[in-house]
């Protein structure tokens, strides 16, 4: 059944290759290890992104600090999330599109709402403990595993000067990444239950 998946993606993602060049959501080289090892994860990736009217981060010239969190899991839709500070405001999005064979990629939800001081400042100190600037962008599975049934954690942040990805294949839950990105999940509106979490 994975095989038959992973065919059909490749599919996919050659259908859609015209469209995800021009949409580049992640960077195209290898320069500090920024850009993600999947070349075929990455078309898809940005075609879902793309799908949710997301903006791309690594090139934002703005002054806002960023961070998404992009969830992209083998049996639901894909979840973006993203927390953005602009000047003394904090915002929080989150959306997902519809992602399935048998219908075209559609945006399913687009929440928006302010956030206070507080709530930004307890999502920066878990990063600080993450240490997420010093992260490796890519976690290689160990020799001899097969990454099957999961999904893609990835969390980008961008400042007035930097930009950074990480990208973990389905974190444990006692991990820091995962409480992390939980914290943004537990800040939206999205009903999701523990075994939803994968």
Same mark, same amino acid.
């Given at each position: 059944?994975?095989?038959?998946?992973?065919?059909?993606?490749?599919?996919? $993602?050659?259908?859609?290759?015209?469209?995800?060049?021009?949409?580049? /959501?992640?960077?195209?080289?290898?320069?500090?290890?920024?850009?993600?090892?999947?070349?075929?994860?990455?078309?898809?990736?940005?075609?879902?992104?793309?799908?949710?009217?997301?903006?791309?981060?690594?090139?934002?010239?703005?002054?806002?600090?960023?961070?998404?969190?992009?969830?992209?899991?083998?049996?639901?839709?894909?979840?973006?999330?993203?927390?953005?500070?602009?000047?003394?405001? /904090?915002?929080?999005?989150?959306?997902?599109?519809?992602?399935?064979?048998?219908?075209?990629?559609?945006?399913?939800?687009?929440?928006?709402?302010?956030?206070?001081?507080?709530?930004?400042?307890?999502?920066?100190?878990?990063?600080?403990? =993450?240490?997420?600037?010093?992260?490796?962008?890519?976690?290689?599975?160990?020799?001899?595993?097969?990454?099957?049934?999961?999904?893609?954690?990835?969390?980008? $942040?961008?400042?007035?000067?930097?930009?950074?990805?990480?990208?973990?294949?389905?974190?444990?839950?006692?991990?820091?990444?995962?409480?992390?990105?939980?914290? =943004?999940? $537990?800040?939206?509106?999205?009903?999701?239950?523990?075994?939803?979490? /994968?």
């Amino acid at each position: 059944m994975k095989f038959f998946l992973f065919i059909l993606i490749s599919v996919l $993602g050659l259908v859609y290759e015209a469209k995800a060049q021009d949409e580049h /959501y992640f960077p195209a080289d290898n320069t500090n290890s920024k850009t993600l090892n999947s070349a075929l994860g990455y078309r898809l990736y940005s075609m879902e992104l793309s799908a949710m009217k997301e903006p791309v981060l690594y090139n934002d010239t703005s002054k806002n600090e960023i961070y998404r969190f992009s969830w992209f899991r083998s049996f639901d839709d894909p979840i973006a999330i993203r927390i953005e500070k602009s000047k003394d405001t /904090y915002l929080l999005y989150w959306k997902s599109c519809y992602n399935k064979v048998d219908k075209p990629m559609a945006l399913l939800i687009d929440e928006r709402k302010i956030i206070d001081k507080a709530t930004w400042d307890l999502f920066k100190d878990k990063l600080k403990k =993450l240490a997420y600037w010093k992260m490796d962008t890519n976690d290689p599975p160990e020799p001899g595993t097969i990454r099957l049934d999961g999904s893609n954690w990835i969390l980008e $942040g961008k400042t007035a000067t930097k930009y950074h990805v990480v990208d973990r294949w389905s974190p444990d839950s006692k991990s820091k990444y995962y409480q992390c990105c939980d914290y =943004l999940i $537990g800040l939206t509106d999205l009903n999701i239950p523990p075994r939803g979490k /994968y």
